[in-house]
């Protein structure tokens, strides 16, 4: 079982759709968890960073932690089409020196 | 802020030579650098941890003497792919961690094709 599940997709939404993303994981010691947002032929840029449980709200996107549950994730409102992309999470643990990465969501947003 | 640079951002070159990829945090100083691997359509891959002033420490089946990374300085880290074969054409990110941060901030990448 890997440490960080995440559906590969493809995940296709019509513009204006509320994007819902999602990872689990399997070690309770992750503290720290992250989402990324990359373009084809383009490093991954930072989208959200949480730290243990609750919620974080950045205009359109909302990153949920449900350390319980082992689940973690991403709400995207009012979903644009240069929202299409793929979406990764990540996850660290206190004191851990490596992030690490769920297999990327690929989004399409169709105009 | 945390802006990483990489360059060159493509590089083409013939089989049996060497290529020297940077990577530099801009804007922030970094103890910690992570090289990636990334092929079509699959997900980050990585490499090795740099730690400024160390040896970078490889993940299991990356080649040591084959991807010589150097991390000279809290700002700049490289990675040489030497005796470059077309098996070795892929997508390289570099990724870094601010002093006392958790996160990561990634480069744009490097586009590298042996022919």
């Known amino acids: 079982q890997k440490e960080v599940e995440q559906d590969p997709g493809p995940l296709s939404v019509p513009e204006g759709a509320i994007v819902s993303l999602n990872c689990t994981y399997s070690?309770?010691?992750?503290?720290?968890f992250m989402w990324y947002r990359q373009y084809s032929r383009k490093g991954p840029e930072l989208l959200m960073y949480?730290?243990?449980?609750g919620n974080k709200e950045d205009g359109r996107f909302t990153a949920q932690v449900d350390k319980s549950s082992k689940y973690i994730s991403l709400f995207i409102r009012d979903s644009q089409p240069s929202d299409s992309a793929t979406y990764l999470c990540?996850?660290?643990?206190?004191?851990?020196?490596?992030?690490?990465f769920g297999a990327g969501t690929r989004l399409f947003v169709k105009a | 802020g945390a802006v990483v640079s990489q360059h060159p951002s493509w590089v083409i070159c013939k089989s049996g030579t060497s290529v020297k990829i940077e990577c530099r945090s801009l804007?922030?100083?970094?103890?910690?650098m992570f090289w990636y691997r990334q092929f079509p359509k699959q997900s980050l891959m990585l490499m090795a941890t740099?730690?400024?002033?160390?040896?970078?420490?490889?993940e299991q089946g990356v080649e040591k003497d084959k991807f010589l990374i150097n991390h000279a300085s809290l700002t700049l880290s490289t990675l040489t792919v030497t005796s470059a074969h077309p098996e070795d054409s892929s997508f390289y990110i570099c990724?870094?961690?601010?002093?006392?941060?958790?996160?990561?901030?990634f480069g744009p990448g490097t586009r590298l094709t042996v022919l």
């Open positions: 990724s870094a961690n601010p002093q006392g941060g958790n996160e990561q901030f």
């Open positions: 070690n309770s010691a992750f503290q720290y």
């Open positions: 949480t730290y243990s449980s």
């Open positions: 990540a996850m660290k643990r206190t004191g851990g020196f490596k992030t690490i």
């Open positions: 804007d922030f100083q970094a103890t910690t």
């Open positions: 740099s730690n400024e002033g160390s040896k970078a420490t490889y």
